[in-house]
C-alpha cells in the first residue's frame, strides 16, 4: 500500500495544510516517507461534525453490531501483513519482534472489548422496582445504565507505535462504548498510524457504519491538539504521554466553556523496595532482573522502575554491585525519536549533576547518529534524595536511581515523600511482607498496581489489571487506559424514572432479552423481572 500523507476524514482524504513534516528513521538518522500534511482548525472542525452526526445512529447500534466492527478492524489490521511491522520499525527504530509482539496484543484487546460488549453486562445495569405501597411515598420504578459519552478525542503514544495509537486501547475502548473517535497521529509515527487508520475505514465501510465514527488528523504544532481538545463536540479525551504534554491538554479542557474529562497517562517513576531479607538468598537474581526491566525497550516504557530503595547491608552493597556491573556492561539501543534521546541526555546530566549522586554508565557511549541512549545508573543516599527533587522525577530512558537507606523506618518515610506512581513493587520474602504491612498500605494510596517479587514493566490485558494511579501518573486515578474497565472512561449513567417498557434501552427492560447480569432490588441476576 503506497502512503498518501493526508488526514482521513471520516470517508474522505484531505490535504488542506500547507505545513508539511516527514516521519524519520531514528536508526539511521534521516527524514523518510512521503510528506504529512498538518491539519487545519477547518478540517479538526469537519471531523467533529461529522462524529457528532454519527453519534446517535451509534448509540443505537445492537452490541453485536459493534463487536462484529471491531473483529472487522481485527481482520484488516491482520490484513496489512508485515508491511505494518516493517514500517513501524523504519518509524520508531524498534526491533520487528517486539513490533510483532505488540502487534499481537494490539489484536488481543480489540478481541477482548469484542467479547466484553457481547456479554454486555459492562453496562452496570442497576433497576429498582416500583414500591406503590410505600409509606409515606411510594418509590417510582427507577432504571440507571452506561450509555455512550460522545466523540472521544484520542492521541497516539509515541513508545507504542500499536497498541497505544490509533487502534490501540483508547480508541478500541471508546469505540466498545458506543462512541466515534477522532485520533490524533502522533508525529514520530504517521505512516504506521495511517496504515492502521486505513484498516479501520475499511472496517467503518464494510460493516456500513456512520461516516463520521472515525477520522485520523496529522500534525506536529501544539494548536492541532488543543483545537482537538477544546472542539465543543468532543465530549472525552484519552492521552498516554509526557507529563507536560498532558497537563496542558487537561487544563485546555478544564478552561472550556463546558469542561470534558481528559484521560491523561503520563508516566511514573515506578519505585521498587527490595527487602534485607530476601537479598541474602536471592540478590544476584533481583539485579539482574531489575537491569533487564529498566533496559527493556531502552527504558521506553511508562511502568521503567525509575526509583529503587533498600536498607544499608553488605548483601545491599553486594546488590548495588551487581546493578552497577549490569549497566557497565549494557549496550546503548536506539531510542524512538532525537528529541526523546535529547531529552532523556539532558535529563540524565541534569540529576547526575546533583550534589551527592555517584553515576555508573555503559562502558560505551551512544550513537548520536543512531538516536542511541547510554545506559546508567545512579546512587545516592535517603537524606540526599528527600533534599533533592530533581531526583524524585521520572528519567524516560534506561536509568535508574538507587537510593539506600539507613533502616526499615527509612523506607517508610521514603515511601511517604513519594508523587503518585502508576506502580510500585516490593521484593521480598513472604514473612517480611506480613512485617512491612505498613509499606504496602503506604504504597497502595501511592500507586494504582503493587507488584510482589516481579517487576512492573509488562502490562497484562485483562479483566483485573489496573493501569493508572495518582496525580502526576494519571490525571484520574479512578480509572485505567489498560484492561477490560478502560471502557468506562468513555461512558456516563443515565437513568429513566417511570418509562414504558418499550421505551427503555434493552438492557433495562423487564424480560432482560439480552441475558446480562443486573442489580434488580439489591440483588445480582440475570433473571427477567
Known amino acids: 500500500m503506497q502512503m498518501h500523507g493526508k488526514n482521513i476524514i471520516g470517508a474522505q482524504l484531505s490535504s488542506a495544510g500547507e505545513k508539511t513534516f516527514q516521519a524519520y528513521d531514528p536508526r539511521r538518522g534521516e527524514a523518510v516517507g512521503p510528506l504529512f500534511h498538518e491539519t487545519t482548525a477547518k478540517e479538526v472542525d469537519r471531523a467533529l461534525m461529522l462524529a457528532e452526526n454519527a453519534v446517535a445512529e451509534l448509540r443505537e447500534m445492537e452490541a453485536d453490531g459493534i463487536a462484529d466492527f471491531l473483529l472487522s478492524i481485527r481482520d484488516e489490521i491482520s490484513g496489512i501483513g508485515d508491511n505494518l511491522i516493517a514500517t513501524a520499525a523504519q518509524e520508531t527504530g524498534l526491533d520487528e519482534a517486539r513490533l510483532k509482539g505488540e502487534r499481537d496484543r494490539t489484536l488481543n484487546q480489540i478481541k477482548l472489548f469484542a467479547e466484553i460488549v457481547r456479554e454486555g453486562s459492562w453496562v452496570d445495569a442497576l433497576i429498582d422496582t416500583p414500591l406503590p405501597d410505600r409509606k409515606p411515598l411510594p418509590r417510582p420504578d427507577i432504571r440507571r445504565m452506561l450509555r455512550p459519552i460522545g466523540p472521544v478525542a484520542v492521541f497516539g503514544a509515541s513508545n507504542f507505535p500499536l497498541a497505544f495509537s490509533v487502534a490501540g486501547g483508547d480508541t478500541v475502548s471508546a469505540f466498545a462504548a458506543g462512541n466515534p473517535v477522532v485520533v490524533k497521529a502522533h508525529p514520530a509515527h504517521p505512516g504506521t498510524s495511517e496504515l492502521v487508520a486505513s484498516a479501520i ?40 504521554g509526557s507529563g507536560r504534554a498532558g497537563r496542558a491538554l487537561f487544563d485546555a479542557a478544564a478552561r472550556r466553556p463546558n469542561p470534558i474529562p481528559v484521560y491523561a497517562e503520563m508516566g511514573s517513576v515506578n519505585p521498587v523496595f527490595v527487602l534485607p531479607g530476601i537479598l541474602k538468598s536471592n540478590g544476584q537474581a533481583i539485579a539482574e532482573g531489575l537491569s533487564r526491566s529498566v533496559l527493556l525497550g531502552v527504558g521506553q516504557f511508562c511502568t521503567c522502575p525509575g526509583l529503587v530503595f533498600g536498607v544499608d547491608s553488605d548483601s545491599f552493597e553486594n546488590f548495588q554491585g551487581k546493578l552497577i556491573d549490569a549497566f557497565e556492561q549494557a549496550s546503548p539501543g536506539t531510542m524512538l525519536n532525537p528529541a526523546i534521546a535529547k531529552a532523556y541526555a539532558d535529563d540524565f546530566e541534569r540529576v547526575a549533576g546533583v550534589k551527592g549522586i555517584e553515576r555508573h554508565v555503559s562502558a560505551r557511549s551512544g550513537d548520536p547518529h543512531k538516536t542511541e541512549g547510554q545506559p546508567g545508573v545512579l546512587m545516592t543516599d535517603l537524606n540526599n534524595w528527600l533534599a533533592s527533587k530533581e531526583l524524585h522525577g521520572e528519567i524516560f530512558g534506561p536509568s535508574t536511581v538507587v537510593v539506600h537507606c539507613g533502616s526499615p523506618d527509612q523506607l517508610l518515610k521514603a515511601a511517604r515523600a513519594l508523587e503518585g506512581t502508576l506502580t510500585a513493587t516490593i521484593h521480598g520474602t513472604t514473612e517480611e511482607l506480613s512485617k512491612h504491612s505498613e509499606l504496602v498500605e503506604i504504597l497502595s494510596r501511592k500507586a494504582g498496581r503493587l507488584v510482589f517479587n516481579g517487576f512492573p514493566t509488562g502490562v497484562e490485558v485483562g479483566y483485573a489489571m489496573h493501569h493508572g494511579g495518582p496525580y502526576p501518573a494519571t490525571t484520574d486515578e479512578k480509572f485505567t487506559s489498560v484492561g477490560a474497565t478502560a471502557i468506562y472512561r468513555f461512558a456516563r449513567p443515565v437513568c429513566y424514572q417511570g418509562f414504558p417498557q418499550h421505551l427503555l434501552p434493552t438492557e433495562l427492560q423487564d424480560a432482560n432479552p439480552r441475558g446480562i447480569w443486573r442489580i434488580v432490588d439489591g440483588q445480582f441476576t440475570r433473571n427477567a423481572i
Not at 465501510?205 to 501544539?222: N, Q, V, W
Not at 477544546?230 to 484519552?238: C, F, R
Open 201 to 240: 475505514i475499511k472496517a467503518v465501510k464494510a460493516r456500513s457504519i456512520p461516516e463520521g465514527t472515525f477520522s485520523l488528523l496529522h500534525g506536529k504544532s501544539p494548536e492541532v491538539s488543543v483545537s482537538l481538545v477544546t472542539h465543543p463536540n468532543t465530549k472525552a479525551v484519552g492521552f498516554t
